[in-house]
C-alpha cells in the first residue's frame, strides 16, 4: 500500500516542490494549507507536473480544533512534513506575538494530535538562521546554535527544542529538522516556483524581478563586509535538490533507519557564493542586464555562512546535484512565465 504523507505548508514554495517529488515517488499525499502564503492554482499546476492531483483541506494549523479534524479524517497518515508558517524576518520584528502563535503553534497543534492519533514520524522544516553568525566556517549540525537574530528566527530554534522535547517524551514519536540554508531556483517546468507576496526581501525574488522591470533596481546590502568582494556570502541551494532532501528524510523515518529518534541535517551545497557572484552569474546565464546599486548593509544580516554538508551527505545518502547556473535560468523562466515575458 501506498504510504500517505501530510504535508502542511504544500501549496506553498518549498512544500509544492516537495509534493511533487513525493507524488513521482509514489507517495499519496494530502496537502494542508490555509493559504496565506499561497494561492489554490498551485494544485494544478502539480498536477500538470505530476499527472496527480494531490489532496487538499483548507484549513488553519494554528487552530487546535481544525487541527484535530484533519487527523479524524485522515487515520492513517505514516509521515508529516511540517513547512507550514510564516517566514517573513522583517514582519516577524513587527508581529512577534503572530509569529509565535503561527509557527509554535502549529507545531504544538501537530505534535498533540500525533501523540493523541499515533502518528509516529515528523520532518520539521527548520533554517541557517538558528546558527546566527557562527564563529567557524563551514557550519556543522553541532555548531551551536545562537541567540536568535529575529522572532522568526527564534519560532524555528523554539520548535526545534520542541520537538526535540516531544520525541523524548511521547513513545513511538520521531522528527527530523532539517536546517535549510538558501533556497533559490524554481521547478524546471516553471510551472511551480516563489511568489512572493509584495516586494520581495529574498535576494533571488528580488534580482529577478528587477529583471522582469517589476523593481527599477537592486539594492545590493554592503560591499565592506569581510569577504573576498565585499558582499555577503550565503549557501544557495536548489529547491528541488532540498525538495528531494524530504522525500529521503520520510522514508529515513518510515522506514526506521535513522541513527536516534531526534536528528537534525544541514541542508545546503556546502559552497559559500557572494551576492555580487550571484548578481553576475545571473546576468550571464541569463543574458540579462540587472541594474544594481550598492547600498548600506541590511539591518540583522550576518556576513557570511555555509553548510558543512559531509554529515547530511552520508548519513541520507542525499547530495545537492543542481548547479549554479541551472538553478539561476530557473529562477528566470519562472519569473518569465508568471509575467508572461518571451
Ligand atoms: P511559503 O510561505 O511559500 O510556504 C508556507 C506555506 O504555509 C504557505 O503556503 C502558507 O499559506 C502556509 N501556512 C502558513 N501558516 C499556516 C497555517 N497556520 N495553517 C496552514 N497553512 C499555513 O514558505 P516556504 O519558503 O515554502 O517555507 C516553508 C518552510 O520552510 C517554512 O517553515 C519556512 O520557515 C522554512 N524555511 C524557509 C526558507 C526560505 O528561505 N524559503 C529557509 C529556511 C526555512
Ligand atoms: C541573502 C543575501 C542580503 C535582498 C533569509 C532568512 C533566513 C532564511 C533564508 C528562512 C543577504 C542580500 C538580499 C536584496 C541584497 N529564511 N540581499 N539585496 O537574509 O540570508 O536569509 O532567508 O528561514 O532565516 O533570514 O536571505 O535572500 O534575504 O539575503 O543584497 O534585495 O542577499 O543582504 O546578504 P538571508 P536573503
Known amino acids: 500500500m501506498k504510504k500517505q504523507i501530510l504535508v502542511t505548508g504544500g501549496t506553498g514554495y518549498i512544500g509544492s516542490h516537495t509534493v511533487v517529488e513525493l507524488l513521482s515517488e509514489g507517495f499519496d499525499v494530502v496537502i494542508v494549507d490555509n493559504l496565506s502564503n499561497s494561492d489554490i492554482s498551485v494544485l494544478e499546476n502539480i498536477e500538470k507536473i505530476s499527472g496527480l492531483r494531490p489532496v487538499f483541506e483548507k484549513l488553519d494549523l494554528s487552530d487546535a480544533l481544525q487541527t484535530e479534524s484533519l487527523f479524524l479524517k485522515y487515520p492513517n497518515i505514516d509521515a508529516i512534513i511540517h513547512f507550514a508558517a510564516y517566514k517573513a524576518v522583517g514582519e516577524s520584528v513587527e508581529k512577534p506575538l503572530e509569529y509565535y502563535s503561527n509557527n509554535v503553534g502549529s507545531l504544538m497543534n501537530l505534535l498533540s494530535c500525533m501523540n493523541k492519533y499515533k502518528v509516529s514520524n515528523l520532518v520539521f522544516s527548520s533554517s541557517c538562521t538558528v546558527y546566527g553568525q557562527p564563529e567557524k566556517l563551514p557550519v556543522t549540525e553541532s555548531t551551536p546554535r545562537r541567540e536568535a537574530e529575529s522572532p522568526y528566527g527564534n519560532t524555528k530554534k523554539v ?34 516556483g516563489e511568489l512572493p507576496v509584495g516586494i520581495p526581501n529574498n535576494l533571488v525574488p528580488f534580482i529577478t524581478q528587477t529583471a522582469a522591470g517589476i523593481r527599477e533596481e537592486l539594492k545590493v546590502f554592503g560591499n565592506d563586509y569581510n569577504t573576498p568582494d565585499g558582499s555577503a556570502i550565503r549557501d544557495f541551494i536548489n529547491v528541488v535538490d532540498l525538495a528531494k532532501a524530504h522525500v529521503v528524510a520520510v522514508d529515513r523515518l518510515i522506514n526506521d533507519n535513522h541513527k536516534t529518534n531526534y536528528e537534525v541535517f544541514n541542508l545546503g551545497t556546502g559552497n559559500g557564493l557572494s551576492v555580487l557572484e550571484i548578481v553576475e552569474s545571473f546576468q550571464k546565464v541569463n543574458n540579462v542586464n540587472l541594474n544594481y546599486t550598492i547600498v548600506d548593509r541590511r539591518e540583522g544580516d550576518i556576513e557570511k555562512i555555509y553548510a558543512d554538508t559531509t554529515y547530511a551527505n552520508k548519513e541520507l545518502g542525499w547530495k545537492a546535484q543542481v548547479a549554479l547556473e541551472e538553478t539561476l535560468a530557473s529562477a528566470w523562466n519562472w519569473e518569465k512565465n508568471i509575467r508572461n515575458i518571451k
Request: hydrophobic share 45%.
Open 159 to 192: 520548535c526545534e527544542d520542541i520537538l526535540r522535547d516531544s520525541v523524548s517524551a511521547y513513545a513511538g514519536m520521531k522528527g527530523i529538522a532539517l536546517r535549510y540554508f538558501n533556497p533559490v531556483g524554481a521547478h524546471k517546468s516553471a510551472l511551480i
